[in-house]
């Protein structure tokens, strides 16, 4: 990373309003805060239909305090394109334009027009927040639910299919700058965008994103969980700078080092409840393979 | 018929505090800092505030002693779970309003 | 300046001179050549407009609806499953109050694939708070595109051009290029009361509740109902601003006229054909036969659909004998969409004329001549019952 924020460098300038309609103990309030801030003033966002939809306010009044267009859920994409040809024809270019959306928004319905984007080279931040389901209507299965997980369409055996690797497929866009980041290390995350910000084209960003509602822990663990996600080796921050890999912070660390075991993260959650033990030591060899490849690096 | 005579209904939003209400209701239990052991009041420098990096809500302030606004703060716990010195305390809401009587 | 052109290059022109600064589009027979002149206009730096190939329709009215939330001027062209694929977008531009300009180049619906034309498409989309306009001929379409920037932003409501797959979008036919000049004249510059700018932050379309709701300011704010109140109001408001457009229209470029309805030796007429697009002009000849027969017909080709002009409709068909209503749609286990909204329209007019529906062309079966003239004098000469069942033209099996 180019630049380390510290807190005390951070802008104590907020750009959400506080009373809004989110959870306590949101992890998407956490890095829909610490983004805005990296974002900016100078910023128009693009939110289709998700938690965010609620936190930001029923009318008449906004939580955020950016101009934000609302749009269909298929649609997030296509919409900052709207936006951004809107300011090119009208010379107000330099204005930021950012997409949040929620994985399903992403991965799912969103995924067609974000692909399209992509290719048509649009000078975007796409940012996911990722928590791993369907949360605003109630917990049902995403494409990045990971595997064995309860959700309320997966009420009994849990999902059984994986995770999809969202920034994977848009590191196969070829863009200038995809990273992974969490709500639990807001600083990290804040540089990644502030990072993403210098690049021209599309910029995606992934956040994983605890949700004590629909992964079952008590808000109070919000942002320890979100790390132990990280710790355990299950979620890696990275950032893939035109095609060079790296990874960061708090997961570069874990380089070499003992990681804590991924029952760590799974028994803090009631969502993980019916994973086997098989299916857990197969994650657990998965993890530790992908972090030997690491180490080769 | 004049252009302005149209369109004069639109979901248009304005940003202001409170959508929710005042969500201090929310809350069950209240944080509340020990002065003694939080590391910017007791050394009286700029330090640490995870308590604001983390705060969902943005209720904390990044000053010395940092304060909670308790008209919104819902009462997540997480500034206490991430309170390095364990400064701050969840005291239940019931007890707190008791006492105030 | 006269020109032998397409329909589509007629509206490709209307739109570039109309100065739209922002065109999002997806390829869909028989739309395609309209937007491959528009990526040309733009390519070659004739048209000064982002031209965004987008990966499909609905991302097309997507982009449209971001860019003139942001405060451009934009257009889409569509057809057939392309239109489908936009239900939602249509809405949503409609709801959300914002001027898009889209030409629906009319194609019959799959399943099965057909790529002719008939109106299932844009008639589908009747409901959704769009004006809807048909034309008739290549004239018609570029002046209607220009005029219906025009009117999009005058009332803030998207508007559909409509016309007829391949019967207009690639027949050659000669028509005058308006002056460039006078159309800046006649359509001012995009001036919306609010674009997204972060210098005046506001949300737009957020969630709205069933009940109003106090503003930060301490005013009542609409509810959802209001809102969608104010939207079909303000369609109905609309019928004066069409008339008023297409006299400001027709006083710049010296043509123009019946905004709402079309009519064809309809002063005398004792039976009247009703129909939307250039099927009107087909008509022509039909009516100019049944005359030399001594049947007093003539023909009403509806210009606006939507908001439907009920006054026009009942000034011209209340008092006559019988109406009879050709649709290349229909309302699938009733009747012709079109039928139904003229039988209710003339529900309170003094004098009712009798009835019928004829159903036709549907995925371009050829609407033979003949065949239209058979089927409007069996109406006219009470060979056929007039009644709400719709009849077939020109099925074969």
Same mark, same amino acid.
């Given at each position: 990373?180019a630049?380390k924020?510290?807190?005390?460098?951070l802008?104590?300038?907020?750009?959400?309003?506080?009373g809004?309609?989110?959870?306590?103990?949101?992890g998407?309030?956490?890095?829909?805060r610490?983004?805005?801030?990296?974002?900016?003033?100078?910023t128009?966002?693009?939110?289709?239909?998700?938690?965010?939809? =609620?936190?930001?306010?029923?009318? /008449?009044i906004?939580?955020?305090q950016?101009?934000c267009?609302? +749009? *269909?859920?298929?649609s997030t @994409?296509?919409?900052?394109?709207g936006?951004?040809a809107a300011?090119?024809?009208?010379?107000?270019?330099?204005?930021?334009?950012a997409a949040?959306?929620g994985?399903g928004?992403?991965?799912?319905?969103?995924?067609q027009?974000l692909?399209?984007?992509?290719e048509r080279?649009e000078?975007l931040?796409?940012?996911?927040?990722?928590n791993?389901a369907?949360?605003?209507?109630?917990?049902q299965r995403?494409?990045?639910?990971?595997?064995? =997980?309860?959700t309320?369409?997966? /009420?009994?055996?849990?999902?059984?299919?994986?995770?999809?690797? +969202? *920034?994977a497929?848009?590191? @196969?866009h070829?863009l200038?700058?995809?990273?992974?980041?969490?709500?639990?290390?807001?600083?990290?995350?804040y540089?990644?965008i502030?990072?993403?910000?210098?690049?021209?084209?599309?910029?995606?960003?992934?956040?994983?994103?605890?949700c004590p509602?629909?992964?079952g822990?008590d808000?109070?663990?919000?942002?320890?969980?979100?790390?132990?996600?990280?710790?355990t080796g299950?979620?890696?921050?990275?950032?893939?700078e035109?095609?060079?890999?790296?990874?960061?912070?708090p997961?570069?660390?874990?380089?070499?080092?003992?990681?804590r075991?991924?029952t760590?993260?799974f028994?803090?959650q009631t969502?993980?409840?019916?994973?086997?033990?098989?299916?857990?030591?197969?994650v657990q060899?998965e993890i530790d393979?992908?972090?030997?490849?690491y180490?080769?690096? | 018929?004049?252009?302005?005579?149209?369109?004069?209904?639109?979901?248009?939003?304005?940003?202001?505090?409170?959508?929710?209400g005042?969500?201090?209701?929310?809350?069950?239990?209240r944080?509340?800092?020990d002065?003694?052991?939080?590391?910017?009041?007791?050394?009286?420098k700029m330090?640490?505030?995870?308590?604001?990096?983390f705060?969902?809500?943005g209720?904390?302030?990044?000053t010395?002693?940092?304060?909670i606004?308790?008209?919104?703060?819902?009462?997540?716990?997480?500034?206490?779970e991430?309170c390095?010195?364990?400064?701050?305390?969840?005291i239940?809401?019931?007890?707190?309003?008791?006492?105030?009587? | 300046?006269?020109?032998?052109?397409?329909?589509n290059?007629?509206?490709?022109?209307g739109?570039?001179?109309a100065r739209?600064q922002?065109?999002?589009?997806?390829p869909?027979?028989?739309q395609?050549p309209?937007?491959?002149?528009?990526s040309?206009?733009?390519?070659s730096?004739?048209?000064?407009?982002?031209y965004?190939?987008v990966e499909s329709e609905?991302?097309?009215?997507?982009?449209?609806?971001?860019?003139?939330?942001?405060?451009?001027?934009t257009?889409?062209?569509?057809s057939?499953?392309?239109?489908?694929y936009?239900?939602?977008?249509?809405h949503?531009?409609a709801?959300?109050?914002?001027?898009?300009v889209?030409?629906?180049?009319?194609?019959?619906?799959?399943?099965?694939?057909?790529v002719?034309?008939?109106h299932?498409?844009?008639?589908?989309?009747?409901?959704t708070?769009w004006?809807?306009?048909y034309?008739?001929?290549h004239?018609?379409?570029?002046?209607?595109?220009?005029?219906?920037?025009?009117?999009?932003?005058?009332v803030?409501?998207p508007v559909m051009?409509c016309?007829?797959?391949?019967?207009?979008?690639?027949?050659?036919?000669?028509?005058?290029?308006?002056?460039p000049?006078?159309?800046?004249?006649f359509?001012?510059?995009?001036?919306?009361?609010y674009m997204?700018?972060?210098a005046?932050?506001k949300?737009?379309?957020?969630?709205?509740?069933p009940?109003?709701?106090?503003?930060?300011?301490?005013?009542t704010?609409?509810g959802?109902?209001?809102?969608?109140?104010?939207?079909?109001s303000?369609?109905?408001?609309?019928?004066?601003v069409?008339?008023?457009?297409?006299?400001?229209?027709?006083?710049?470029?010296?043509r123009?006229?019946?905004?709402?309805?079309?009519?064809?030796?309809?002063?005398?007429a004792?039976?009247?054909?009703?129909?939307l697009?250039?099927?009107s002009?087909?008509?022509?000849?039909?009516i100019?036969?049944?005359?030399?027969?001594?049947?007093?017909?003539?023909?009403?080709?509806l210009?606006?659909?939507?908001?439907?002009?009920?006054?026009?409709v009942?000034e011209?068909?209340?008092g006559t004998?019988?109406?009879i209503v050709?649709e290349?749609?229909?309302s699938?286990?009733n009747?012709?969409?079109?039928?139904?909204?003229?039988?209710?329209?003339?529900?309170?007019?003094?004098r009712?004329?009798?009835?019928h529906?004829?159903?036709?062309?549907?995925?371009?079966?050829?609407i033979?001549?003949?065949?239209?003239?058979?089927?409007?004098r069996?109406?006219?000469?009470?060979?056929?019952?007039m009644n709400n069942?719709p009849?077939w033209?020109?099925?074969?099996?």
């Amino acid at each position: 990373m180019a630049t380390k924020t510290t807190i005390l460098d951070l802008p104590e300038d907020e750009l959400v309003h506080p009373g809004n309609r989110a959870c306590a103990g949101c992890g998407l309030s956490i890095n829909y805060r610490i983004g805005l801030k990296a974002l900016g003033r100078d910023t128009i966002l693009v939110v289709p239909p998700s938690c965010l939809t =609620v936190l930001q306010g029923l009318y /008449p009044i906004a939580t955020t305090q950016l101009p934000c267009l609302n +749009v *269909t859920f298929a649609s997030t @994409a296509a919409a900052a394109t709207g936006v951004l040809a809107a300011l090119k024809a009208q010379g107000r270019d330099k204005t930021i334009v950012a997409a949040w959306a929620g994985d399903g928004g992403t991965a799912d319905i969103g995924l067609q027009a974000l692909s399209g984007a992509c290719e048509r080279d649009e000078n975007l931040i796409f940012i996911c927040y990722d928590n791993e389901a369907y949360m605003n209507t109630g917990v049902q299965r995403s494409g990045t639910t990971p595997q064995g =997980v309860i959700t309320t369409t997966t /009420p009994i055996k849990g999902k059984l299919q994986k995770k999809k690797d +969202v *920034t994977a497929i848009m590191a @196969a866009h070829r863009l200038s700058y995809v990273a992974t980041a969490s709500a639990s290390f807001p600083l990290d995350l804040y540089d990644k965008i502030i990072k993403a910000k210098t690049f021209s084209g599309p910029k995606y960003i992934h956040i994983h994103t605890p949700c004590p509602a629909g992964w079952g822990f008590d808000p109070r663990y919000s942002v320890k969980i979100g790390r132990l996600a990280v710790e355990t080796g299950l979620y890696d921050l990275y950032e893939i700078e035109y095609s060079k890999w790296q990874l960061t912070g708090p997961s570069k660390k874990l380089i070499g080092k003992k990681r804590r075991p991924v029952t760590d993260y799974f028994n803090t959650q009631t969502r993980f409840k019916a994973m086997s033990r098989e299916l857990i030591a197969g994650v657990q060899k998965e993890i530790d393979a992908k972090w030997e490849g690491y180490a080769d690096t | 018929m004049r252009k302005n005579d149209f369109g004069s209904k639109k979901s248009h939003s304005e940003p202001g505090p409170g959508d929710g209400g005042k969500t201090g209701s929310w809350r069950v239990v209240r944080p509340v800092i020990d002065l003694k052991k939080c590391i910017p009041a007791k050394t009286n420098k700029m330090a640490c505030f995870a308590c604001w990096l983390f705060c969902p809500d943005g209720v904390v302030t990044r000053t010395i002693p940092p304060e909670i606004d308790y008209e919104y703060c819902k009462g997540c716990e997480i500034c206490a779970e991430e309170c390095p010195v364990d400064a701050i305390s969840m005291i239940v809401e019931t007890t707190l309003i008791k006492e105030e009587k | 300046m006269h020109i032998i052109e397409s329909g589509n290059v007629a509206a490709a022109m209307g739109v570039k001179l109309a100065r739209t600064q922002v065109v999002a589009a997806y390829p869909i027979t028989p739309q395609t050549p309209l937007t491959e002149k528009l990526s040309e206009f733009v390519d070659s730096g004739e048209m000064e407009a982002q031209y965004i190939p987008v990966e499909s329709e609905h991302s097309a009215l997507s982009v449209c609806i971001a860019a003139s939330s942001t405060g451009s001027r934009t257009f889409t062209a569509t057809s057939a499953n392309g239109l489908l694929y936009m239900h939602e977008q249509i809405h949503w531009a409609a709801g959300a109050r914002l001027p898009i300009v889209m030409c629906v180049v009319n194609r019959g619906v799959g399943a099965p694939w057909t790529v002719w034309n008939d109106h299932q498409d844009s008639i589908s989309q009747r409901d959704t708070g769009w004006i809807q306009l048909y034309v008739c001929d290549h004239q018609q379409i570029i002046d209607t595109v220009i005029k219906a920037f025009y009117l999009a932003e005058f009332v803030s409501i998207p508007v559909m051009v409509c016309y007829d797959g391949y019967l207009l979008s690639h027949t050659y036919m000669p028509f005058d290029i308006p002056d460039p000049a006078q159309v800046d004249k006649f359509l001012p510059p995009f001036t919306p009361e609010y674009m997204l700018d972060p210098a005046r932050p506001k949300n737009l379309n957020t969630v709205t509740l069933p009940d109003t709701r106090t503003d930060i300011h301490g005013n009542t704010a609409p509810g959802y109902m209001e809102i969608r109140h104010n939207l079909h109001s303000d369609l109905r408001s609309t019928l004066t601003v069409v008339e008023e457009i297409d006299q400001k229209f027709q006083a710049v470029f010296n043509r123009g006229g019946n905004p709402y309805v079309e009519k064809y030796k309809c002063n005398d007429a004792e039976f009247i054909a009703v129909c939307l697009g250039s099927l009107s002009y087909q008509l022509r000849d039909v009516i100019d036969a049944l005359r030399e027969e001594g049947i007093k017909v003539g023909v009403l080709g509806l210009r606006l659909y939507r908001p439907f002009p009920h006054h026009a409709v009942i000034e011209a068909l209340s008092g006559t004998k019988g109406v009879i209503v050709f649709e290349k749609a229909l309302s699938y286990g009733n009747q012709g969409a079109l039928f139904g909204d003229i039988k209710s329209a003339l529900y309170n007019a003094d004098r009712r004329p009798k009835i019928h529906n004829y159903i036709l062309g549907l995925g371009g079966r050829e609407i033979k001549t003949q065949d239209l003239l058979d089927a409007l004098r069996n109406s006219c000469t009470d060979k056929e019952k007039m009644n709400n069942t719709p009849k077939w033209v020109g099925l074969k099996l």
